[in-house]
């Protein structure tokens, strides 16, 4: 089971950047997808999740109208849309797999991928 994030780069403050996972070596559209970030010396943190068809999503508050989760169930893969990028925003973000629910807690969450890092500059 290999789960992959992707997209990420160095971006100005206010530019956009698109993520995607992709997972491989399971049914994707049997688990909830969530995404976060760890930024240097902090903790790994929520910032968006989307339910197992689609239909229902969550943000952490600082993100909430910048940022968009969706997925393509038919293409095995998800996404994090994340605009209007602030020097704030800078950390390794990742895609990981849930069972049960949409969760903040990272505990929760049973397959995890390998970062991607983000740069916004000022």
């Known amino acids: 089971v290999q789960l992959q994030a992707s997209g990420g780069g160095l971006v100005q403050a206010g530019g956009s950047l698109r993520l995607s996972c992709v997972p491989s070596?399971?049914?994707?559209?049997?688990?909830?997808v969530g995404w976060f970030r760890q930024a240097p010396g902090q903790e790994r943190e929520f910032v968006a999740g989307?339910?197992?068809?689609?239909?229902?999503?969550k943000y952490a508050d600082s993100v909430k109208g910048r940022f968009g989760v969706s997925r393509d169930n038919a293409k095995n893969t998800a996404y994090l849309q994340m605009n209007n990028l602030k020097p704030g925003d800078t950390a390794i973000y990742y895609c990981?797999?849930?069972?049960?629910?949409?969760?903040?807690?990272?505990?929760?969450?049973?397959?995890w991928g390998k970062g991607t890092l983000v740069t916004v500059s000022s």
């Open positions: 990981a797999l849930n069972h049960k629910a949409v969760s903040t807690l990272p505990e929760t969450y049973v397959r």
């Open positions: 070596g399971l049914t994707f559209d049997a688990y909830h």
């Open positions: 989307i339910t197992r068809g689609g239909t229902l999503t």
